[in-house]
């Protein structure tokens, strides 16, 4: 990551989190004056006149010096004798080039700009983007600007240019929580803005107002008295025309002080007097509520969290219910109508999706064979959604005759919902990470152009992955993106999980196993009751024990030119075993897990016996990197049959990224593996130590 820099407040500079030492406050100083001429050059000999008022002999040296020993700490990777990026020299003098974001002041002028007042016929969208923007801006100020350089003349006029703007973001925000409704929320703050500044007009206005919204007449009046004495005291005027207007609306009780519907309130409004039509016209009994029942439960899984784990506990229930009516056409619909796509290949709850698969059946035996194919689709490709990361034959079975059955109607959202089937049955052996690219290729043109959002996510999110197993990062990374865009556009918070572990998934890739660690942290946090159980048991551990297992490979390959941790020791010596805690939930992982375990105190006949007792890997998302893990324990243990039978499995998915089709974590590419095991199981004994 790169360096950012903060001069709202103390000035201060960071990477990757760290505050960077800056030395002396002269250090300080030239920093901040290179922040406020905005990437200009600034010739040495104004530096100087800027920092003494009676410039010491030598000061054009010491300036020198103390841009040296910035750059050293802003740029401690830069090679001897090259150029520097950051803080570099352009003719007479110096010049800061940072990012347009890597300055704290420059990004929230930005997002006040961009959160700038809309229009009173701006659509209420508008003011609703507009409020966390400023929330955001304002959230960047940690004191006073140039905290440390008040009295300063080079920092004096961007002080006060940047004082006006926070003081003119504050009432920004409080004029957008009245225009959505929000006047509660706008009071505490403008208190304490009037409390330092007082002679701010239009903030006594927008105080007065949201009072007078909240039914307290009596202190918005208050606050327009207190308003003329201290005009009056503080500055001998009296107040201006906006605010008398004001007293004369309220002592009217003007209509046009009324606050604005805001959508919030609109929509609860609408929901409820809704719901309570539904409810008298539509008979308690009636098939009818069965099925908008189903359909809430849909809707309400894809806002995650509680949401997800609730519509899980109450689709079983609508199963049952639809059942007891002896319909089978009916239960179809019901079992059918939960179309929530789908991208992880392990179920939340085993139990659960064994008796829907069982219902499923049941319905499909009892619908008549010369009819209802949509919906003997739909079951179909619930069969083959709720069998998934199984090995028995009917999930595939299921997840053809649901997409051809799909294609044969031409309905585009059966066949987005057939698809997600096949998705989940593509994992019958390693290496197929192009198919499933082609499906995820087909989701998206398919959503895209019937305005099917939620799998129009779907579509990029196996392109994600797909791509990431190809090492194909730009494509992913553009998938990220647009799932990132759809998720904020149409409130999906799931999608974005998997995109935050994606990115994690691309520090551990590109070699950054600190960052990576952190990053898969703070990816771990945001499972915390996303309600995605299966996903979440294991993932942390797992994730590390891979990042672990890969940096320890290019840690020890005298070809990667890659050092080890802390530079110690030579390229090519064993760093030694893999260190992890099994005493953390390794969820189903934990089978892979203990052999690592075991290695790492010396067990080595142990760690040789859980080796030969392993399953099989679950036919998943993260079937490569299970066989990998196998395949590095038989390399320390010298297991040849094990070694043999990862390499059978592990050959259909050469030139892929061990684990990277998950879109979570990776152990390097496969090829690399098959090398390893194929030195090994050349050699004359064993082990062999992975390169």
Same mark, same amino acid.
Request: hydrophobic share 45%; proline share 8%; net charge negative.
């Given at each position: 990551?790169?360096?950012?820099? @903060?001069?709202? @407040?103390?000035?201060?500079?960071?990477?990757?989190?760290?505050?960077?030492?800056?030395?002396?406050?002269?250090?300080?100083?030239?920093?901040?004056?290179?922040?406020?001429?905005?990437?200009?050059?600034?010739?040495?000999?104004?530096?100087?006149?800027?920092?003494?008022?009676?410039?010491?002999?030598?000061?054009?040296?010491?300036?020198?010096?103390?841009?040296?020993?910035?750059?050293?700490?802003?740029?401690?990777?830069?090679?001897?004798?090259?150029?520097?990026?950051?803080?570099?020299?352009?003719?007479?003098?110096?010049?800061?080039?940072?990012?347009? #974001?890597?300055?704290?002041?420059?990004?929230?002028?930005?997002?006040?700009?961009?959160?700038?007042?809309?229009?009173?016929?701006?659509?209420?969208?508008?003011?609703?983007?507009? +409020?966390?923007?400023?929330?955001?801006?304002?959230?960047?100020?940690?004191?006073?600007?140039?905290?440390?350089?008040?009295?300063?003349?080079?920092?004096?006029?961007?002080?006060?240019? %940047?004082?006006?703007?926070?003081?003119?973001?504050?009432? *920004?925000?409080?004029?957008?929580?009245?225009?959505?409704? %929000?006047?509660?929320?706008?009071?505490?703050?403008?208190?304490?803005?009037?409390?330092?500044?007082?002679?701010?007009?239009?903030?006594?206005?927008? %105080?007065?107002?949201?009072?007078?919204? &909240?039914?307290?007449?009596?202190?918005?009046?208050?606050?327009?008295?207190?308003?003329?004495?201290?005009?009056?005291? *503080?500055?001998?005027? #009296?107040?201006?025309?906006?605010?008398?207007?004001?007293?004369?609306?309220?002592?009217?009780?003007?209509?046009?002080?009324?606050?604005? !519907?805001?959508?919030? !309130?609109?929509?609860?409004?609408?929901?409820?007097?809704?719901?309570?039509?539904?409810?008298?016209?539509?008979?308690? @009994?009636?098939? !009818?509520?069965?099925?908008?029942?189903?359909?809430?439960?849909?809707?309400?899984?894809?806002?995650?969290?509680?949401?997800?784990?609730?519509?899980?506990?109450?689709?079983? /229930?609508?199963?049952?219910?639809?059942?007891?009516?002896?319909?089978? #056409? +009916?239960?179809?619909?019901?079992?059918?109508?939960?179309?929530?796509?789908?991208?992880?290949?392990?179920?939340?709850?085993?139990?659960?999706?064994?008796?829907?698969?069982?219902?499923?059946?049941?319905?499909?035996?009892?619908?008549?064979?010369?009819?209802? /194919?949509?919906?003997? =689709?739909?079951?179909?490709?619930?069969?083959?959604?709720?069998?998934?990361?199984?090995?028995?034959?009917?999930?595939? &079975?299921?997840?053809?005759?649901?997409?051809?059955?799909? $294609?044969?109607?031409?309905?585009?959202?059966?066949?987005?919902?057939?698809?997600?089937?096949?998705?989940?049955?593509?994992?019958?052996?390693?290496?197929?990470?192009?198919?499933?690219? /082609?499906?995820?290729?087909?989701?998206?043109?398919?959503?895209?152009?019937?305005?099917?959002?939620?799998?129009?996510?779907?579509?990029?999110?196996?392109?994600? &992955?797909?791509?990431?197993?190809?090492?194909?990062?730009?494509?992913?990374?553009?998938?990220?993106?647009?799932?990132?865009?759809?998720?904020?556009?149409?409130?999906?918070?799931?999608?974005?999980?998997?995109? &935050?572990?994606?990115?994690?998934?691309?520090?551990?890739?590109?070699? *950054?196993?600190?960052?990576?660690?952190?990053?898969?942290?703070?990816?771990?946090?945001?499972?915390?009751?996303?309600?995605?159980?299966?996903?979440?048991?294991?993932?942390?551990?797992?994730?590390?024990?891979?990042? $672990?297992?890969?940096?320890?490979?290019?840690?020890?390959?005298?070809?990667?030119?890659?050092?080890?941790?802390? #530079?110690?020791?030579?390229?090519?010596?064993?760093?030694?075993?893999?260190?992890?805690?099994?005493?953390?939930?390794?969820?189903?992982?934990?089978?892979?897990?203990?052999?690592?375990?075991?290695?790492?105190?010396?067990?080595?006949?142990?760690?040789?016996?859980?080796?030969?007792?392993?399953?099989?890997?679950?036919?998943?998302?993260?079937?490569?990197? =299970?066989? =990998?893990?196998?395949?590095?324990?038989?390399?320390?243990?010298?297991?040849?049959?094990?070694?043999?039978?990862?390499?059978?499995?592990?050959?259909?998915?050469? @030139?892929? %990224?061990?684990?990277?089709?998950?879109? +979570?974590?990776?152990?390097?590419?496969?090829?690399?593996?098959?090398?390893?095991?194929?030195?090994?199981?050349?050699?004359?004994?064993?082990?062999?130590?992975?390169?």
């Amino acid at each position: 990551m790169g360096v950012t820099f @903060g001069v709202l @407040g103390p000035t201060v500079a960071e990477s990757d989190g760290r505050t960077l030492a800056l030395k002396g406050p002269r250090h300080r100083a030239v920093l901040a004056r290179l922040v406020v001429a905005r990437r200009r050059v600034v010739p040495v000999t104004h530096l100087v006149d800027d920092l003494w008022t009676d410039p010491p002999p030598g000061a054009v040296g010491a300036v020198q010096t103390f841009v040296a020993a910035l750059r050293r700490v802003l740029e401690p990777d830069r090679p001897p004798r090259t150029p520097a990026r950051l803080l570099v020299t352009d003719g007479p003098g110096y010049a800061l080039r940072p990012e347009p #974001d890597a300055v704290d002041a420059w990004r929230f002028e930005t997002a006040v700009g961009a959160a700038a007042r809309p229009p009173a016929t701006e659509a209420l969208s508008r003011l609703e983007e507009a +409020l966390p923007r400023l929330e955001e801006a304002l959230a960047l100020w940690r004191g006073p600007a140039y905290a440390e350089f008040e009295e300063e003349d080079w920092a004096r006029g961007e002080r006060s240019r %940047l004082a006006e703007l926070r003081l003119q973001a504050v009432e *920004q925000r409080a004029r957008t929580q009245l225009a959505l409704g %929000l006047a509660a929320e706008a009071v505490p703050d403008l208190d304490v803005h009037l409390a330092a500044h007082p002679w701010r007009e239009d903030a006594w206005r927008l %105080l007065a107002l949201a009072l007078y919204r &909240q039914d307290r007449q009596g202190d918005a009046l208050g606050v327009l008295r207190r308003a003329r004495a201290v005009l009056a005291d *503080q500055l001998g005027v #009296d107040p201006g025309p906006r605010l008398r207007r004001l007293e004369a609306d309220i002592l009217a009780q003007e209509p046009g002080l009324d606050p604005p !519907a805001g959508p919030t !309130a609109t929509a609860a409004r609408l929901w409820t007097r809704t719901a309570a039509v539904y409810d008298r016209t539509v008979a308690a @009994g009636a098939r !009818a509520r069965l099925e908008t029942t189903v359909s809430l439960i849909r809707n309400l899984a894809v806002t995650g969290g509680g949401g997800l784990a609730a519509a899980g506990q109450h689709r079983m /229930e609508a199963i049952a219910a639809a059942e007891e009516f002896g319909d089978p #056409d +009916l239960t179809a619909r019901v079992i059918g109508a939960y179309d929530v796509p789908a991208i992880w290949t392990r179920s939340d709850d085993p139990e659960l999706a064994r008796r829907i698969v069982e219902a499923a059946e049941r319905a499909l035996t009892a619908l008549p064979g010369d009819a209802h /194919e949509a919906s003997r =689709c739909r079951l179909l490709a619930t069969i083959a959604l709720e069998t998934r990361g199984s090995r028995a034959p009917r999930g595939p &079975q299921a997840a053809r005759e649901a997409e051809e059955i799909a $294609r044969r109607l031409d309905d585009p959202a059966l066949l987005a919902f057939a698809l997600n089937g096949a998705f989940m049955q593509s994992f019958t052996r390693a290496g197929l990470a192009p198919r499933r690219d /082609e499906i995820g290729a087909e989701l998206v043109e398919l959503a895209a152009r019937h305005d099917l959002v939620t799998y129009e996510v779907l579509g990029h999110l196996i392109r994600l &992955q797909a791509r990431g197993a190809l090492a194909d990062f730009a494509a992913a990374d553009r998938h990220a993106a647009a799932v990132d865009l759809l998720a904020e556009r149409h409130e999906l918070p799931l999608a974005s999980v998997f995109t &935050q572990w994606y990115r994690a998934l691309r520090l551990a890739a590109s070699g *950054q196993p600190a960052g990576a660690e952190s990053a898969y942290r703070d990816a771990a946090a945001r499972l915390d009751g996303a309600g995605m159980p299966g996903l979440e048991r294991g993932l942390l551990p797992l994730a590390l024990l891979c990042l $672990r297992v890969q940096h320890r490979r290019t840690w020890s390959d005298p070809d990667s030119g890659e050092t080890g941790p802390g #530079d110690t020791g030579p390229r090519g010596s064993d760093p030694g075993p893999v260190e992890l805690d099994l005493g953390a939930d390794w969820g189903p992982y934990r089978p892979w897990a203990a052999p690592f375990a075991l290695l790492a105190s010396g067990r080595r006949a142990e760690a040789r016996a859980a080796l030969r007792a392993l399953p099989e890997p679950p036919h998943d998302l993260m079937y490569e990197a =299970c066989c =990998c893990l196998e395949a590095v324990v038989a390399l320390e243990v010298g297991d040849r049959d094990v070694l043999e039978r990862a390499r059978t499995r592990l050959l259909p998915a050469a @030139g892929e %990224l061990a684990g990277a089709g998950s879109g +979570l974590i990776t152990l390097g590419p496969v090829n690399d593996h098959l090398a390893d095991i194929t030195g090994a199981l050349r050699a004359p004994t064993s082990p062999v130590p992975p390169r």
